[in-house]
């Protein structure tokens, strides 16, 4: 796509500033996982969090547990509360998609959206209970954060389900291509 799909422009920012800003929105704290140190991110919030993924080039996985541990380690926060994992990518995410998921999560240990037989890992709500079987499952060479919701008690969102939230389904969308970024952008209304 020509630049790190964080610093891409959308809407008056970039995909990562409006993620970031979303979630400032709706949820407290907010970290932003880079891959590195020497990552050059787009500007970002001040009240966003910015750390360095303790694996970089490890995937998702890791990040997520990386985010955890952090949260665990300089938030006042215990296994019973919760975070919404997402990417960057996902232009259509809402504060209200990011609400109703946490809404689900009850006494399970995550909740797992899953559109056409696939989990989709990277817009989800996981407790921080989850930390210890993400971390063995690390040990163990998984790098999918998809396995997550296999190993604990987790509530997995069928299509069904998330259709009663929204029809399109928009909130789960992401741009991985140059074409859904220029659909993105031209739903945003450049």
């Not at 799909?5 to 500033?17: D, I, V, W």
């Not at 037989?117 to 063995?136: F, G, H, K, M, S």
């Not at 790098?143 to 987790?154: G, M, Q, V, Y």
Request: one cysteine or more; glycine letters at 8%; aromatic letters at 4%.
């Amino acid at each position: 796509m020509g630049q790190p799909k964080e610093s891409l422009p959308f809407a008056g920012n970039t995909l990562l500033g409006r993620t970031s800003e979303l979630l400032l929105d709706c949820t407290w704290p907010v970290v932003v996982i880079g891959r590195g140190r020497d990552q050059q991110l787009p500007p970002l919030p001040l009240e966003a969090t910015v750390i360095a993924d303790e694996r970089p080039d490890a995937g998702p996985l890791a990040a997520i547990a990386t985010g955890m541990r952090h949260l665990r380690a300089n938030r006042d926060l215990g296994d019973q509360d919760a975070v919404f994992v997402t990417g960057c990518d996902a232009p259509y995410l809402t504060a209200g998609a990011v609400a109703w998921l946490a809404g689900q999560l009850g006494a399970h240990q995550a909740v797992v959206p899953r559109v056409d037989n696939v989990l989709q890992p990277l817009c989800a709500i996981y407790r921080l209970n989850c930390l210890p079987t993400i971390e063995d499952l690390l040990r163990s060479g998984v790098d999918t954060p998809r396995t997550i919701a296999e190993k604990t008690r987790s509530l997995v969102l069928d299509e069904a389900a998330l259709r009663g939230f929204d029809p399109e389904l928009r909130f789960l969308l992401s741009v991985n291509t140059p074409d859904e970024y220029e659909q993105a952008q031209r739903r945003a209304g450049r």
